[in-house]
């Protein structure tokens, strides 16, 4: 599948509020900043972080049939917060309504909020621009931030870290790939 970071831009912007479409723009400027400085495939960041968000205002009944009717996505998602639900469905969603097919996008977008065990370096990138774009403001981003000029896990690893802190914090569950992720790279 062929398609520019402003035609993906376009097919995503009228599934999103326009803050949401905002924070996607930054998200996808850091990502191409990531993937050059790791060398990662800038063009799978750029189209990765482009539609990252492209569930994330569908209906949860929308997204709740996608998760019990598609063998592929986990059913422990059900008992989750719906805020993790956009990234899986919306994987599935591209693949079935533009023919997105490559694999290592498709799960870049799947686990940008929870991420997962053994994160490739485009999930890494994905995870990490969706956390520290510039628009993101809460403790703990600026240092993720530093980390992130010169060490890719240990920037995820500090990102996965407060978000399981902030989480816990709250008294709120922790999905499981957080863990794993978080684990995985310590």
């Known amino acids: 599948m062929k398609m520019t970071r402003e035609e993906a831009l376009e097919y995503v912007r009228p599934s999103l509020k326009a803050h949401r479409y905002e924070h996607t ?3 996808t400027d850091t990502a191409v900043q990531l993937a050059e400085r790791f060398k990662v495939d800038v063009k799978k960041a750029e189209l990765a ?3 990252h968000d492209y569930a994330k ?3 949860l009944d929308v997204m709740r049939r996608w998760i019990v009717n598609d063998r592929r996505l986990s059913k422990d998602l059900l008992h989750y917060h719906h805020e993790l639900w956009h990234g899986p469905v919306g994987a599935l969603m591209l693949e079935q309504e533009i023919g997105l097919t490559d694999p290592e996008i498709l799960s870049a977008i799947s686990c940008h ?4 065990t053994h994160m490739s370096l485009l999930d890494k990138v994905v995870f990490l621009a969706d956390y520290m774009e510039p628009g993101r403001n ?3 981003v600026e240092e993720v931030r530093h980390l992130a000029e010169k060490n890719l896990d240990e920037a995820c690893a500090l990102a996965l870290k407060n978000t399981i802190v902030f ?3 709250k008294e709120r569950t922790v999905y499981p790939d957080t863990f794993y992720a978080y684990n995985g790279l310590i």
């Open 57 to 59: 205002y569908k209906p």
């Open 138 to 140: 809460f403790p703990g």
């Open 167 to 169: 989480l816990v914090g």
């Open 49 to 51: 972080a482009a539609f």
């Open 113 to 116: 909020t929870t991420g997962k």
């Open 25 to 27: 723009v930054r998200v």
